[in-house]
């Protein structure tokens, strides 16, 4: 079983920065890719940025240039850098990841972004 763990939310005002974390139970080896993907109320999760094991990121278009998706080995931990955060961004944010076909969800993070 892997387990998940996201932290970092928080409040912030539009234009500010956060940085969300998310701590595995394994090897960050282990995971064909990780993501981070956001859910508002009313909509549905979406994906905000990936990371493949061989280091190949992805991003959703509304959040390139802003967000960063990174990785730390050493502490297996994924990180997610947001930059000049707008209201729109205001979600709760989960940390996944996949093992061949399992599919593994973080308990979420709530960030909301003031105007």
């Known amino acids: 079983q892997v387990q998940l763990v996201e932290s970092g939310g928080g409040l912030v005002q539009a234009g500010g920065s956060l940085r969300l974390s998310c701590a595995t139970s394994?090897?960050?080896?282990?995971?064909?890719?990780m993501g981070w993907y956001r859910q508002a109320p009313g909509n549905q999760r979406e994906l905000v940025a990936s990371?493949?094991?061989?280091?190949?990121?992805n991003y959703a278009d509304s959040v390139k240039g802003r967000f960063t998706i990174s990785r730390d080995n050493a502490k297996n931990t994924m990180y997610l850098q947001m930059n000049s955060l707008k209201p729109e961004d205001t979600a709760v944010y989960y940390c996944?990841?996949?093992?061949?076909?399992?599919?593994?969800w973080g308990q979420g993070t709530q960030v909301t972004v003031s105007s």
């Open positions: 996944n990841s996949k093992i061949g076909w399992d599919v593994y």
């Open positions: 394994r090897s960050i080896f282990s995971f064909n890719v």
């Open positions: 990371i493949t094991s061989g280091g190949t990121t």
